[in-house]
């Protein structure tokens, strides 16, 4: 894990920053995932591990993606950010538990991580799975059950820098099979343009995640 601090009197998004610090930006956008929804079901998989890292490896690509905090509050870049994400309970299926799985490009080693995290997430018996947490996350969640079109939080406004994703269900829609994506972004890192590029690279990855 490494942090690398920006000096924030030369930094191009200074101005971002004091204007749009507490600023969210929530997005729904459907993800054509037709290839990908086909390969993963042929190859016997789960979609979920598979669109978690689709998630996670779209924004690792990019430096306005990781931004963040460190201990001492200065604001730089992670080299890295790894998945937090949210696992059903086998106690409680109503409720859920939130586990990390450390980000690889190497979907296959990532993968195989995944199951053994996923495991002790269903079993734990409690929300936070992990004792303790890096700093350097990406929240992800799913609610596989609603093709919704919009989402938000309620509450205080986005304390942080970094991406929260929300995963639909999947849903047929002509000839595709389409995924609801919704996103939370800050404004004082994050633009339109980064916002849009999030959307469509996600959609490039899936479809490029089990090539023919």
């Avoid at 971002?16 to 190859?43: G, H, M, N, S, W």
């Avoid at 936070?128 to 205080?156: H, K, Y």
């Avoid at 994050?190 to 999030?198: A, E, Q, T, V, Y």
Wanted: aromatic share 14%; with cysteine.
């Amino acid at each position: 894990m490494a942090f690398t601090p920006i000096d924030e009197s030369t930094w191009e998004r200074r101005e971002y920053l004091e204007v749009f610090r507490q600023t969210a930006i929530y997005l729904t956008a459907d993800v054509d995932i037709t290839p990908f929804y086909q390969r993963t079901k042929a190859r016997g998989e789960k979609l979920y591990p598979a669109l978690v890292w689709c998630v996670a490896a779209v924004l690792n690509r990019h430096v306005h993606f990781r931004y963040g905090r460190d201990q001492a509050g200065r604001i730089g870049v992670w080299d890295q950010l790894h998945p937090y994400y949210t696992v059903p309970r086998r106690d409680a299926p109503d409720l859920f538990a939130m586990k990390v799985t450390r980000f690889t490009p190497d979907y296959d080693a990532f993968l195989s991580q995944f199951r053994e995290d996923c495991a002790r997430a269903e079993t734990c018996g409690r929300l936070l799975c992990d004792e303790t947490l890096p700093p350097n996350l990406c929240g992800i969640s799913a609610v596989p059950g609603l093709a919704f079109s919009a989402f938000s939080f309620g509450g205080d406004p986005k304390p942080d820098f970094t991406p929260f994703v929300l995963l639909g269900k999947v849903h047929p829609q002509e000839d595709r099979m389409v995924l609801p994506v919704g996103g939370e972004f800050s404004h004082a890192v994050n633009d339109g343009s980064h916002i849009s590029g999030f959307f469509k690279e996600l959609e490039e990855t899936a479809a490029g995640l089990f090539p023919d």
